[in-house]
C-alpha cells in the first residue's frame, strides 16, 4: 500500500459504511482504512461491537421465525431509515 492508497476515516464516515462492512462488501483499502479507525477510536470499535451483537440477536430471531412478518420488515424498514446517507 502506498501513501496515496491511505484513506482517512471520520468517525461519521464509518458509520456510514459499518453495514458494508460488516457484510465484508468493501474494497481492502478501505476495510484497511476502518480497522485502523477502529483501532484509534474506543467509540467507534464499540459501535462495531454493539452493531454485531445486534445483527446476531436479529439473525436469531428471523431463523427461529420468532416474529411475525410485519414486525421484521418493519423493523428492516426502521434500520435501513438509521443508515446516514453518504455526506456530499
Known amino acids: 500500500m502506498t501513501q496515496s492508497d491511505v484513506i482517512e476515516l471520520s468517525c461519521r ?7 458494508d462492512y460488516l457484510e465484508g462488501q468493501i474494497a ?5 482504512a476502518i480497522e485502523d479507525h477502529l483501532g484509534d477510536c474506543p ?9 454485531r451483537l445486534t445483527i446476531a440477536g436479529l ?5 427461529d421465525d420468532a416474529m411475525f412478518p ?11 431509515e438509521l443508515r446516514p446517507a453518504p455526506s456530499a
Do not use: I, P
Request: aromatic share 6%; net charge negative; proline share 0%.
Open 70 to 80: 410485519q414486525t421484521r420488515d418493519e423493523l428492516m424498514r426502521v434500520f435501513s
Open 28 to 32: 481492502a483499502v478501505e476495510r484497511h
Open 59 to 63: 439473525r436469531g430471531l428471523a431463523s
Open 43 to 51: 467509540g467507534c470499535d464499540e459501535y462495531v461491537r454493539q452493531m
Open 13 to 19: 464516515d464509518l458509520v456510514a459504511v459499518v453495514t
